[in-house]
């Protein structure tokens, strides 16, 4: 059974930080590019960050830069973002994403709630 677990979500002050994880299971970890999404009521999912197979190519919101870091451990099958001095405007609901190198599939997680706030 194929799955994505997000954790570590939570509330948390402004200028605060959060690490969060995605752990996969059910299918090979290192032949899928990673995601991070976020989402808010009433508005699109979007796209925070994502990281290829190796961990070579990384990408990230202009919204987002210089304060996440997107990394994985293929050993660990696990994708994490470090997010540093939070702002009210990250609150969401956070998912990772899966991709395989082919681009035939994708999966997605459950979300994971991040509320940033005094």
């Known amino acids: 059974q194929r799955q994505l677990v997000e954790s570590g979500g939570g509330l948390v002050q402004p200028g605060g930080s959060l690490r969060l994880s995605c752990a996969v299971s059910g299918f090979t970890f290192s032949s899928y590019a990673m995601s991070w999404y976020r989402q808010v009521p009433g508005k699109e999912r979007e796209l925070v960050a994502s990281?290829?197979?190796?961990?070579?190519?990384?990408n990230y919101a202009d919204s987002v830069k210089g304060r996440f870091t997107i990394s994985r451990d293929n050993a660990k099958s696990t994708v994490y973002l470090q997010m540093n001095s939070l702002k009210p405007e990250d609150t969401a609901v956070y998912y990772c994403k899966a991709v395989h190198f082919t681009n035939i599939h994708s999966y997605w997680g459950q979300g994971t709630q991040v509320t940033v706030s005094s």
């Open positions: 990281i290829n197979l190796y961990g070579s190519q990384i």
